[in-house]
């Protein structure tokens, strides 16, 4: 369903997943930094997306969810991120041993809550039942380990319904059902999101608090599981021979995420979801409801038995139609969807593209529904329209798909090969800003006295979690005009060289002692947790906000006053800061010449970049006030700014021993920026900006480059020039790598 290289780098972290699902280590994702120690031997890649519509998320931003709440996931799987649960070593915990008290045959007696995890499981309270004549009175036991209370409670005969409120107040809700002398159950911490819990016999009076975790019963037979040809059988032998422990259940929601990226042809699958239905019956009505959504869900992206999809889904529609919530109907609409779409019927096939739609209106990241969409659009004989949403699929950052099969239809349709570029750009704004509820920006009429939120940005083409930040940050500056918030963009050889770093940025990123890529700065002050895929921009966007909005109510009494004055080649600038009679000595004037839009293809998928610093007057030290004012003034020539930025690609060949892929250096659309920082408490004071005109920028022709060009008809006896030897040898983009040329071909003949 997705690209081929994608599903094999899926296939890969999700077998390691398989093996270490609920590992206490912080995954990739949210709050990822590449070091400036990284290695530099080659150029990064882009991360891999998630399959489907799951994107792999870790810390998320702004509290969101993971983004497939039915699947267990690596950073979803340990109640402590939801509920206060102390650290604890799962490798080294002690194998579950069974209940010490006797099996019952009613509520009654003391009961431990256990929390079913993958490699281990929790105690978190113990409760006593007891039968009065008003009914069964249910009470807590000792201190819970995790802090949780319960606030109400419904016991009967052989079922336990309890509401128990959180460390943080957040409550979450148990439902379990005797049965063989165990209250087998299920843990809500939300709508979506269900662990497996019971209540087992106890006669403990404590919960000591060293010993609450213990390594899940069973894990010691996939403890040691290789992640090769043969996981998925022994995955399944396992889960099979294990019964009716939790860690069965587990393994099939992992069995089934995997067979959703690689089904095994040999297998019948009437008998794997009979598998999987048995193991989650006996969990509860809600867990039973999820096994039926999946089964439907796997089914219909497998394509596989679709009359049995059909009946789950139908089953799951029921079940949890009096259950509020987005990503449980918006996964049953997608799922309804395929399976019409995937029918011999035309009227079910238009039906099915309809549901479709409604998915990709409110995620248009959503790979499966793309895919499948413009798959019937092609196969309609809508080229245009299918032109259009495979364009949607290989401009998303970290996708690698096959542009040729775009190229090809484009020229089907007689359209202009050189306005192909300048399309992909267009339909790549318009994906990964959809997040955006709208184009209009805010209120662009600056208050009384305002003060300008400066944001400061350190990021690299080659570094893959920082595309979250770039995007959410393009999206700040869609909504906030730039009479209310600057950012600037210094791009870094973080983890790779970089074509479009220049040697001040890197003397700014050692002045904040910055982490690395992505690292950003708010008014001078660090934002944590800018890391992350595309997937993660939607909520970093959010957080941002909600940090950038009371920002935006600050005054201030300085100005910056600036000029640009363009003749020619040469720039007269200058900049007066007013409002400050006696400024400390700590204070610096600090000017920008930035790019406000290149475009640029770059390895880690984002295409357009925004406000990038390309030189600054006066140094990155900046200008220090003085006794008769604090001003900058000086006159700037195309060739001083572009004799830095040769000098910065000449600095990496030296450095890293590569050449550097062409970057446009035209210098269109500058702008001049102007800030005033205390040096020592990094507080950014004021910023301002003023567009630039009647300065021609252009680069100098290269004389070698001339006489080649002069020379083309005998190639072999003019020696080439530099920036030939750039173009040539520099690395390939994700667009033009030779080894994704069929990728987009196997993600559509499926």
């Known amino acids: 369903m997705v690209y081929s290289r994608l599903k094999s780098q899926l296939i890969v972290v999700a077998l390691l997943l398989c093996l270490s699902a609920c590992s206490d280590d912080p995954q990739p994702g949210v709050g990822t930094v590449n070091t400036p120690n990284a290695n530099f031997d080659s150029v990064a890649t882009p991360d891999a997306a998630p399959a489907d519509d799951e994107p792999a998320n870790s810390e998320e931003p702004a509290g969101e969810e993971s983004a497939d709440p039915l699947i267990a996931e690596a950073n979803d799987l340990e109640p402590q991120a939801k509920s206060g649960d102390p650290e604890s070593d799962v490798e080294n915990a002690p194998p579950s041993d069974e209940p010490v008290a006797e099996l019952r045959s009613t509520t009654v007696g003391r009961w ?16 006593d039942i007891q039968k009065t004549d008003d009914g069964y009175q249910l009470e807590t036991v000792a201190e819970s380990p995790v802090g949780w209370t319960v606030n109400e409670s419904t016991v009967t005969e052989d079922e336990v319904h309890l509401k128990i409120v959180d460390s943080q107040g957040l409550e979450v809700d148990y439902q379990g059902q005797l049965h063989d002398g165990v209250i087998r159950g299920n843990i809500a911490f939300s709508q979506e999101g269900l662990d497996l819990a019971s209540l087992r016999a106890t006669t403990l009076e404590t919960i000591d608090p060293e010993s609450a975790r213990k390594q899940a019963a069973g894990y010691e037979q996939i403890a040691d599981m290789q992640p090769d040809e043969n996981l998925l059988p022994n995955m399944r032998d396992v889960a099979k021979s294990l019964g009716d422990l939790p860690l069965a259940y587990e393994l099939y929601v992992r069995l089934f995420n995997f067979v959703r990226n690689q089904p095994p042809a040999d297998w019948d699958y009437s008998e794997l979801v009979d598998e999987y239905v048995a193991a989650g019956q006996q969990w509860g009505e809600r867990v039973q409801a999820r096994v039926d959504l999946d089964v439907a869900y796997t089914l ?67 790979l499966v529904t793309v895919v499948k969409m413009a798959k019937y659009q092609e196969d309609q004989g809508s080229t245009e329209e299918a032109i259009k949403l495979y364009a949607g699929l290989v401009t998303i950052p970290g996708i690698r798909g096959d542009i040729s099969k775009i190229a090809n239809m484009w020229k089907e349709l007689g ?7 300048p399309y992909l750009d267009e339909i790549y704004e318009q994906t990964v800003f959809g997040f955006l509820e709208s184009d209009v920006v805010e209120d662009a009429a600056a208050i009384e006295n305002q003060q300008v939120v400066l944001g400061e940005l350190f990021t690299g083409t080659a570094c893959p979690p920082c595309v979250a930040a770039d995007i959410a940050i ?12 600057i950012v600037l963009r210094y791009h870094e050889h973080v983890p790779a060289p970089d074509p479009m770093m220049i040697a001040d940025g890197e ?25 992350g ?79 990038l610093v390309r030189y600054m007057p006066g140094g990155a030290e900046g200008i220090l006030p003085r006794e008769d004012g604090f001003a900058y003034e000086a006159d700037v020539t195309a060739a001083d700014i572009h004799q830095t930025l040769q000098a910065t690609i000449d600095d990496a060949r030296e450095r890293y021993q590569v050449d550097l892929p062409a970057v446009s250096d035209d210098l269109d659309s500058l702008r001049l920026v102007a800030f005033v920082q205390d040096d020592l408490s990094l507080e950014i004071k004021q910023a301002a900006s003023i567009p630039i005109t009647g300065f021609d920028a252009t680069a100098p022709v290269d004389e070698s480059t001339a006489e080649a060009e002069e020379a083309e008809e005998t190639p072999a006896e003019t020696p080439a020039s530099d920036s030939e030897e750039n173009s040539t040898d520099a690395p390939e983009s994700s667009d033009s790598s030779s080894e994704t040329d069929s990728e987009a071909e196997a993600a559509t003949e499926k």
């Not at 079913?116 to 113990?126: K, N, Q, Y």
């Not at 359209?415 to 570029?421: F, K, N």
């Not at 050692?510 to 800018?530: D, H, I, K, W």
Request: charged fraction near 25%.
């Open 112 to 127: 431990e809550l256990v929390i079913h995890m993958f490699e281990s499981e929790l105690t978190a309270m113990l409760v």
């Open 300 to 366: 219909a992206i497998t394509e596989k038995i679709p009359e049995i999809a059909l009946e789950h889904l139908d089953k799951a529609e029921q079940e949890l139609s009096d259950i509020d919530s987005e990503v449980l109907a918006s996964r049953m609409t997608l799922t309804r969807g395929l399976l019409l779409i995937n029918s011999e019927s035309e009227e079910d096939q238009q039906s099915g593209y309809s549901f479709l739609e409604q998915i990709k209106e409110k995620d248009p990241l959503n």
């Open 415 to 421: 359209r202009d090969p050189q306005e192909l570029d």
């Open 474 to 485: 393009g999206g700040l500056e869609r909504t906030y005009p730039l009479s209310k918030l």
């Open 507 to 531: 003397t700014r990123l050692r002045f904040y002692e910055a982490p690395g890529t992505p690292s950003f700065y708010l008014n001078g002050t660090p934002v944590q947790g800018v890391g």
């Open 533 to 611: 895929a595309i997937f993660n921009a939607k909520p970093l966007y959010q957080q941002l906000s909600n940090i950038v909005k009371p920002l935006l109510e600050q005054t201030t009494d300085l100005s910056i006053k600036l000029s640009a004055e363009g003749q020619g080649e040469t720039l007269h600038i200058a900049a007066t800061v007013e409002g400050a009679e006696e400024p400390p000595e700590s204070w610096r004037l600090r000017l920008c010449l930035v790019e406000e839009s290149v475009h640029y293809h770059a390895p880690n998928g984002i295409r357009i970049h925004e406000m």
